[in-house]
Nanobody, 116 residues
Framework: QVQLVESGGGLVQPGGSLRLSCAAS????????MAWYRQAPGKQRELVAS???????NYADSVKGRFIISRDNAKNTVYLQTNSLKPEDTAVYYC??????????WGQGTQVTVSS
C-alpha cells in the first residue's frame, strides 16, 4: 500500500519559514519524481516545485528564490523549505510521487497559513 504523509505545516507570520516533509512508503522512492503542489481556497491546485530522480529541480515563478525542494532517498522523504513566506502562500500543500512505470500518488495535504 502506497502512502505519502506530509507534515510540518502550521501558522506562521509573514517573512517566516516552515519546513514541510513528505514521507513515502510502498514505492521505490528513488525512482520517482517528487513534487509539491498547493491549493488555496477557491483556486486550482498548482505546482510549487518538483525534483526528479536525477536531481533536476523546477520551481513556480512565484516561489523561486524563496522555496527549496530536496530529497533524502535513504529516508524516503522529500522536503520543501519555505522561506520569506507571504500571505499569498497560504494553501494546503500536497506531496506527489510520479513515475511513468509506477503511476501517480498523492498525500493528504498539510495546511500552511501565513498571517500576522
Amino acid at each position: 500500500q502506497v502512502q505519502l504523509v506530509e507534515s510540518g505545516g502550521g501558522l506562521v507570520q509573514p517573512g517566516g519559514s516552515l519546513r514541510l516533509s513528505c514521507a513515502a512508503s510502498g514505492i521505490m522512492f528513488r525512482m520517482y519524481t517528487m513534487a509539491w503542489y498547493r491549493q488555496a481556497p477557491g483556486k486550482q491546485r498548482e505546482l510549487v516545485a518538483s525534483l526528479t530522480n536525477g536531481g533536476n529541480r523546477n520551481y513556480a515563478d512565484s516561489v523561486k528564490g524563496r522555496f527549496i525542494i530536496s530529497r533524502d532517498n535513504a529516508k524516503n522523504t522529500v522536503y520543501l523549505q519555505t522561506n520569506s513566506l507571504k500571505p499569498e502562500d497560504t494553501a494546503v500543500y500536497y506531496c506527489q510521487a510520479v513515475s511513468l512505470v509506477g503511476g501517480t500518488y498523492w498525500g493528504q495535504g498539510t495546511q500552511v497559513t501565513v498571517s500576522s
